[in-house]
């Protein structure tokens, strides 16, 4: 079956980077395009970023835009997000998800702490 | 792009009908959303997408007590013989072609009673 697995969370002071990464499973990642989206504490849910299936087009939301990066390697069947100058609005929870139509399959989640 | 209004709250009693509402904004009412349940500590689960004509295709192992229709710029999710398991936040969202973003509504937190 899907399988999304996030990892490379943490705490995280401000101005620094992170990279989050997510290995996908059970079927064929690179026919799909896929998302980060996040969860601030308490908060609803908030898009992030988009990866085209073949990697050729990346969009971001305004929040994010020239401080994260999203790419993905097909041979590895793993998608990542490059987080730089982070902020204390960047703490959330850090999902991956499956687009297909819409968001069928998500992952559950890696937490970013960005804290002094 | 497109804007998704979602209640903040509803209710509705052990095996009763609750019909939750997405709302896209003015110009928008064409669009498809999907409905995604979040329980309590655990991560969104894709429900079903959605189309203006009413139409939907619900996910993997979703309880046939959860369907979705439409009406002009209206989006339902309707769950009949409510569960106590039901009780969750309910988040629609849409992918806006124009902007190649993804929007999400404020998400409407359902207690069964």
């Known amino acids: 079956q899907v399988q999304l697995v996030e990892s490379g969370g943490g705490v995280v002071q401000p101005g620094r980077s992170l990279r989050l990464s997510c290995a996908a499973s059970?079927?064929?990642?690179?026919?799909?395009?896929m998302h980060w989206v996040r969860q601030a504490p308490d908060k609803g849910l908030e898009w992030v970023a988009v990866t085209w299936n073949d990697g050729s087009k990346e969009y971001y939301a305004h929040s994010v835009k020239g401080r994260f990066t999203i790419s993905r390697d097909n041979s590895k069947n793993t998608m990542y997000l490059q987080m730089n100058s982070l902020r204390a609005e960047d703490t959330a929870l850090y999902y991956c998800?499956?687009?297909?139509?819409?968001?069928?399959?998500w992952g559950q989640g890696t937490l970013v702490t960005v804290s002094s | 792009q497109p804007v998704l209004t979602q209640s903040s709250s509803a209710s509705a009693s052990l095996g009763s009908s609750v019909k939750l509402t997405c709302t896209l904004s003015s110009g928008h009412s064409n669009y498809i959303i999907g409905w995604h349940q979040q329980q309590p500590g655990k991560a969104p689960r894709y429900l079903m997408k959605?189309?203006?004509?009413?139409?939907?295709n619900k996910g993997t192992g979703v309880p046939d007590r959860f369907s979705g229709s439409s009406s002009g710029a209206d989006r339902y999710l309707t769950i009949s013989n409510v569960q106590s398991e039901d009780e969750a936040d309910y988040y629609c969202?849409?992918?806006?072609?124009?902007?190649?973003?993804?929007?999400f509504g404020g998400g409407t937190k359902l207690t069964v009673l």
């Open positions: 969202e849409t992918w806006d072609s124009n902007t190649q973003n993804v929007v």
């Open positions: 959605l189309e203006g004509s009413g139409s939907y």
């Open positions: 059970g079927f064929t990642f690179s026919s799909y395009g």
């Open positions: 998800v499956r687009h297909s139509g819409s968001f069928d399959n």
